[in-house]
């Protein structure tokens, strides 16, 4: 029967030792011992000396069979054993998540382009796979900090100043296009530069990429008659059915709004530079299994070579 007493004098033995414990214990010599675990006969030494002052007990004896276990060793090894695999229960198991059972809430950092052309997609999949999972979408403000603290699990878009301690994966390239009313009274099949410059805008000023834009317009000298301006894309579509302004925006918004509202894709008559759409998390969340879980889907859904 293990006393309390052998209880704690295992546990404050290092662990190598016990693992040297134990290979003698089997093997019934120091030298095999040395090397199955790796290590050369006068180091199994030095460490079977420790143990033997460490439970004050010479623990194994050499005989003409071999070393065989003492008493006091042959009450020991069956503690010594347990806190072994104990370990290695401990160290094998991680962390677990299951989509299919958890009722975890995930927080998104979502542009605007976002709600409109990821979440209703990333919401589809979720109900399908995770029934009992919720998700919240989140503004961008203070997305940064959000992210750190863990109050934001992942964020997705062109987000510009996220470096360090984060992490980001590319999921796809935007480029420009133009929407405008499919009866448009003045536009024919093809957008050229000089009816873009003719013809009447509506600028989204917090639009994805806005900078991108303004930038090319600048270097195209190209000065637009801005009839509407709109903090988002909220309304858009059916102002541009009703209207005869032209937007210009990134594709995969545009592509997405056009198809809701029967609207007419024109390619850009100028160039503007492209920009990569990515998902972002904090460094410390890396290793999250729902994280983790999460990134993989929005990789599954939405990446593009």
């Known amino acids: 029967m293990k006393s309390k007493v052998d209880e704690h004098e295992v546990n404050l033995v290092d662990v190598r030792l016990l693992r040297l414990f134990d290979a003698i214990y089997f093997t019934k010599s120091v030298t095999r011992a040395a090397q199955q675990l790796g290590q050369s006969q006068p180091t199994a030494s030095i460490g079977l000396g420790h143990l033997r002052k460490r439970f004050r007990d010479p623990l194994f004896v050499r005989t003409s069979e071999g ?70 979408a989140l503004r961008m403000d203070g997305i940064a900090e959000a992210l750190q603290s863990g109050e934001a699990d992942l964020a997705l878009g062109l987000i510009p100043g996220l470096e360090s301690g984060f992490f980001q994966q590319t999921l796809y390239t935007q480029d420009w296009i133009c929407l405008a009313n499919s009866d448009h009274p003045r536009l024919g099949k093809r957008l050229t530069l000089s009816a873009y410059k003719a013809e009447g805008h509506i600028d989204i000023v917090s639009g994805t990429g806005q900078q991108l834009l303004d930038d090319a317009l600048r270097a195209n000298r190209i000065d637009r008659h801005v009839l509407l301006k709109l903090p988002g894309f909220l309304g858009l579509t059916r102002v541009l059915a009703i209207s005869d302004l032209i937007a210009t925006l990134p594709r995969h918004i545009g592509e997405t709004l056009a198809a809701l509202g029967g609207l007419t894709v024109h390619a850009c008559p100028f160039s503007i530079s492209t920009f990569k759409v990515k998902q972002h998390w904090h460094a410390r969340y890396h290793h999250d299994p729902g994280n983790r879980w999460l990134r993989g889907v929005c990789a599954g859904l939405f990446f593009r070579n």
Not at 81 to 99: H, K, M, N, T, Y
Not at 119 to 134: A, C, D, E, N, Y
């Open 67 to 136: 070393m065989e276990p003492t008493p006091h060793a042959t009450a020991l090894i069956g503690r010594v054993r347990e806190v072994l695999q104990a370990l290695r229960d401990l160290s094998e198991q991680g962390p677990s998540f299951d989509p299919s059972t958890t009722n975890r809430m995930f927080r998104i950092g979502m542009t605007d382009a976002s709600h409109i052309c990821l979440l209703p997609q990333l919401l589809g999949h979720v109900r399908r796979v995770s029934p009992r999972i919720q998700l919240e």
